[in-house]
């Protein structure tokens, strides 16, 4: 256990641009919230998802290869079955990182991943995982394990 929370955090502190995949404008969307947290704590996001122009005031792009900067994580807002392609979309690019939401796990594409060198994780939240292990909970009463004298904001 310690091994993976060790791993997430790297990932985590390490990973700071990312593309997420199916991010949508609409504000009730779980990839929205998730992006606005990201973007509230520093990191770059870079929206893709071909039905919009920009979302959260960043240029969204069609596809990850349309992405001009190097992104460190790929965040997958998509079903299971539509993640192999993203994955080795996310390997041609040099992304750092595979990260497949709640609810997405594709055991191949991760396997191709982890084989061309970068970091998976499946079936997690990075909203949740960044808050657990950096103290965003704790206002919520969740034990986070975390001691840390920054107030919530």
Request: aromatic fraction near 8%; charged fraction near 25%.
């Amino acid at each position: 256990m310690s091994d993976e929370i060790s791993t997430l955090r790297r990932i985590l502190k390490n990973h700071r641009r990312v593309a997420i995949v199916g991010l949508s404008a609409d504000w009730f969307r779980p990839s929205h919230f998730v992006a606005k947290y990201l973007q509230q704590h520093g990191y770059r996001i870079v929206p893709v998802n071909p039905r919009y122009e920009s979302i959260l005031g960043e240029r969204c792009y069609a596809r990850l290869e349309d992405i001009p900067e190097p992104v460190d994580m790929v965040d997958v807002f998509r079903r299971t079955e539509d993640v192999g392609p993203i994955a080795d979309s996310a390997i041609a690019i040099g992304a750092r990182c595979l990260w497949q939401q709640i609810g997405v796990k594709n055991e191949a594409a991760a396997a191709r991943a982890r084989a061309a060198g970068l970091d998976t994780v499946m079936d997690r939240c990075v909203k949740i995982e960044h808050a657990r292990l950096f103290g965003g909970l704790n206002w919520a009463g969740v034990n986070t394990r975390v001691i840390s004298a920054r107030r919530p904001i």
